[in-house]
């Protein structure tokens, strides 16, 4: 596609639900990115992939998050018993970098999820 | 432990007034400090990358600096359509993490 899409673009949830996000990358970026925005707060760093692996999940913050990509292309966010604190604006983006080097990436525009 | 602070959290401008925007970090090995916009509801869109203190980079109204410390984005004479927040990244070995980001309103 031309950008970097995820939906969904909002999702509510009760607390102790799963939840699953999803990012469609840039055709032909081979690296993947997930990142959480709370209110006020910069952006902080959950996964990388390069390609289908990730050989950094160091801040994914807490066992009931995972991710998984497949094909080298879409990627799923799951939050397995959601909580309140889940609560925050899920970015994607990729990159076209076959390494983890510097280089721009091109962001979706976020999965707003709200856990009540 | 690598940080990036960004200053000030919030700035208001009359159209026209020129300023600017610090982001200092610390981080072992960086590899590259970059600048993104982000508008209300959007994703960031990337505006710059710099790579080695003393090297600047410039597009349209806005002009990046960098030092070994900070980095500066300087905006000159803005206008209302460049209200955004502006948000610093650098990258290091093995992670690239972001500032808060500057939330920039321009006047008319």
């Known amino acids: 596609g031309a950008g970097v899409s995820q939906s969904p673009s909002n999702k509510v949830t009760e607390k102790g639900k799963d939840v699953e996000l999803r990012c469609d990358p840039i055709s032909g970026h081979t690296a993947l990115y997930w990142y959480r925005q709370s209110l006020g707060q910069g952006l902080e760093f959950l996964i990388y992939?390069?390609?289908?692996?990730?050989?950094?999940k160091s801040g994914l913050p807490s066992d009931r998050f995972s991710a998984e990509r497949t094909g080298g292309s879409v990627s799923t966010l799951t939050i397995q018993r959601t909580q309140q604190e889940d609560s925050a604006v899920y970015l994607c983006?990729?990159?076209?970098?076959?390494?983890?080097?510097?280089?721009?990436?091109?962001f979706g525009e976020g999965s707003r999820l709200t856990v009540l | 432990e690598d940080q990036v602070t960004q200053s000030p959290e919030a700035l208001r401008l009359q159209e026209g007034e020129s300023s600017s925007l610090n982001c200092s970090y610390t981080?072992?090995?960086?590899?590259?400090l970059f600048w993104y916009r982000q508008d209300p509801g959007k994703g960031p869109e990337f505006l710059f990358t710099?790579?080695?203190a003393g090297e600047e980079k410039e597009k349209e109204r806005l002009k990046a600096t960098l030092t070994k410390k900070e980095s500066f984005l300087h905006i000159t004479a803005p206008k209302p359509e460049d209200s955004a927040t502006y948000l610093c990244a650098v990258q290091a070995v093995n992670d690239m993490r972001f500032g808060a980001g500057t939330r920039l309103t321009v006047k008319p």
């Open positions: 992939f390069q390609g289908n692996s990730a050989p950094d």
């Open positions: 983006a990729s990159s076209r970098d076959t390494r983890r080097i510097t280089g721009e990436l091109f």
């Open positions: 981080v072992s090995g960086l590899r590259g």
């Open positions: 710099l790579y080695s």
